[in-house]
C-alpha cells in the first residue's frame, strides 16, 4: 500500500522512484530487441521498422518467440492485439499463449503469423458500411513501427499488447491508425522532394512529430458516483454556478495539492513503465483541472501513447478515489479541456523544417515550408475543424471559449512583416541584433526565436513547431494529424513541383512567397481570437466559422476532401463517407445520451426533490397561517419553476423521440442539434433555478461546489 495517500493505492514504486530504473520495463525496446534477438533478424526487423519494407516469415517467427519468452519472465499469461477503432478508444482481445500437449498439460507459444496477424470478431465496431455483417471479420496487422508494451491491472494481470492496424477484408482502414500511417508516408515523400528541388540530397525521409498535451479533471468519486450524468455523459447536465469559478486564477500553475500530486507520482510511473515520456504536469485554469505532457514523438507513437495516458489516467485515479474526466466540457461556467497537438516535421536526419535554422539555406527551405503550410491550412480550414468536431468539443469551439471555431494562423508580427514585405518585394528591414541572414540577396533575415506567444490561436506558429489547439480533450489525435499531415503533403507536392520546374530556384521561391500571401495571408490573424471583432473579421475574409458537428462533418465528403485524400491514398472516398457516416451517428447517440439521463434526473431526483421542499413549505404555511409571507412568496416560485420544469421534460422526451425516428444520419444529426440539445438547455435553466432555492439537505446530487473545490 502507498504510503502517501488514505486511498488505497498500491502502487509500491510510488514511495520512491528511480526513474532510469523503471522507464521502459514495459516496452519490448530496441534495447530488448538487441539483447535477446539473434544479429540478422535484429537487423532485419530495424529496417522493417524504419523503411516500411515487409516482414520475412521467418523473421517474424523468431521476433515472436522472443516476445513472448521476455513478456512471460515479465508475468505475461496473455496476448492481445491492441487497435484503435472508430469508436476513438482502443480495443483488445486477449488469447492465452497456451497451446494443450498430448499429455493432457499445456506449453506457452506465440508464433510469427500470430504475431503479425489476428482475426478479431469485428462485427460489433462501427464500420459506416464498409464492411456488411457476414464478412464481418477484419483483420489486425501489427504495426511494428509502434513498440510492444506489457499492460499490467491492479488484479496482478500481465498482457502483452501489440499495436495493431485495423482493416477489412479488402484492406479499408476500419481505424484510426491505418489512415495515419499512410498519411506519414504522403507527407514524407513530398517533403523530400521539396528538400531535393532545394538541394537537400542527404535526408532521406520526414517524420510527422507530435507532443499532446492533455488536459483533464479530477473529482472525487463519492461526488461523482451520484451524477448519472457525469457517470454516463462525462459531463454535468445540471448544477448551479459555485459561487466563486476560475476568476481568480488561483489555481493555473498553483501549488499542487498533496492528494492530486500522489495521484500524479502514480500516474507517472505507470507512464514511464510503458516507456511513455511524461514530461510536464501542473494545474490548469479552471479549479480541479490539470495537463500532462509528454516529450513529443512520431505521430504514430504519439497517438499510440496518447490513447495510453487517456486510459491510464482514468485507471490510476480510481486507486486515489478519483474520477478523471476526459470530456471537453464537465462543467458550465468554468474553462473546458483540449489537447493542444505541437506537431513538426524533422527529416531522418534531424534537420526540423519549422526551424528557422542558422544559415541561409535552412532559412529559404522554412519559409517555402511554412507558404505550404499556410497555403494548406486556408485551403482546408474546414477540414481540420472537421476533425475536432465532436458533441464535447461543440461546448469549446461553438461556445465562447478558447479557441473560436474559426480557424486562423498565428505567426507573430515580425514573421508576418517579414512575409509581408517579401511578398511587396521590399527588402525586410533588420529590427535587432537577433536576426539571421538569409543569404539571396532578395530575401530577409529571420527572427531567431519567435518567443512571441498568442494563447488563443487555434493554429499557432511557436518558434519550431505549429500548436493545433482545437483538438479535444477526450479525441485521439489520429484524425487531426492523418489531416495535418495530408494538407502538408498535397501543399508540398505543389512546391515541389514549381521548384523541379523552375530556371532559378530562388526566384521560384520569392514567388512562392509572394503567391501565398497574394492568395493566403487572410489566414494569418494575430490579434485575440476571442473577440467578437474577430469573429466579424473573419466573416470579411471569408473564413468558415462552422460551429456545430454535424456541419463540421460534412467538410469530409466534399469533392475536395475526396480529392485530396484519395490523391495521396490516405482515404478512399468510401473510407470518408464511412468516417462521416460513424462520426455523424455518434455524435447523435452521444445527444441522444444526454436527453435520457437527463430525462431520468429530472423525473427521479430533481422534480421530487422540488416536490418534497414545496411539502414542507405547505406544512410550514398550515402551521403559521397568514403569517408566513415568504413560504407562500417561495412556494409559489417553486410552483412556477415545477410547471416549467415538467413542460420542458415533455418537450425533451417528445424532441428525442422525434429525432430517434429520423433515418438519415445527418437530418437526424441536425434535430438532436436543433431540438433536443436547446430543450436541454432550457429544461437546464429550470432546474438550476430550483437548484438555487431548495435546501441544501434536500438535493439530491452533489453541487458544483462539491464538486469543483472539495478534492
Ligand atoms: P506549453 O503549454 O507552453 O505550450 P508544454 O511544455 O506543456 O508547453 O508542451 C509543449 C509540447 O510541445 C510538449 O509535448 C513538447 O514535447 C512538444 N514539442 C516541443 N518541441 C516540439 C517539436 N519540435 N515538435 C513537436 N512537438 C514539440
Ligand atoms: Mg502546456
Known sequence: MCTECNYGCESPEVSNVNVPKI??????????????????????????????????????????????????EKGATHYTHWFQPLTGSTAEKHDSFISPTSEGGVIMEFSGKQLIQGEPDASSFPSGGLRVTFEARGYTAWDCTSPAFLKEDAAGNVTLCIPTAFCSYNGEALDKKTPLLRSMSAVSAQAIRVLRALGNDKSSSVVSSVGSEQEYFLVDKEFYLKHLD??????????????KGQELSDQYFGAIKDRVSAYMKDLDVELWKMGITSKTKHNEVAPTQYEMAPVFASTNIAADHNQLVMETMQKVALRHGLVCLLHEKPYAGVNGSGKHNNWSLTTNDGINLLDPGTTPEDNAQFLVVLCGLLKAVDSHADILRGTCASSGNDHRLGANEAPPAIISAFLGSELTDILDKLAKGEKAAKKDAAFLKIGVDTLPELPKDNTDRNRTSPFAFTGNRFEFRMVGSSQSISGPNVALNTIAAEAFDEIASRLEKAKNVNTEILNIIKDTLKNHSRIIFNGNNYSAEWAKEAEKRGLPNIRTTPDALKSFITPKAIKLFGKYNVLSKEELHSRFEIYTEQYSMNLNIEAQAAMQMVRRLYIPAAIRYTVELGNSIAAMGKSAPVQKELLDTIGKLLTSANKNLKKLETETNKANAIDKVDKQAAAFRDKVLTTLDILRADIDSLESLTPRDLWPVPAYSDLLFKL
Not at 534495447?31 to 517474424?60: C, H, N, W
Not at 457525469?230 to 459561487?243: D, E, M, S, V, Y
Open 23 to 72: 522507464f521502459g520495463t514495459n516496452v519490448f525496446s530496441k534495447k530488448i530487441m538487441k539483447e535477446r534477438l539473434p544479429k540478422d533478424t535484429y537487423k532485419s526487423l530495424i529496417k522493417t521498422m524504419e523503411m516500411g519494407v515487409g516482414l520475412e516469415p521467418d523473421t517474424a517467427a523468431v521476433v515472436a518467440n522472443a516476445m513472448k519468452d521476455w513478456a512471460i
Open 230 to 243: 457525469l457517470i454516463c455523459c462525462g459531463r454535468t447536465l445540471f448544477g448551479t454556478q459555485a459561487p
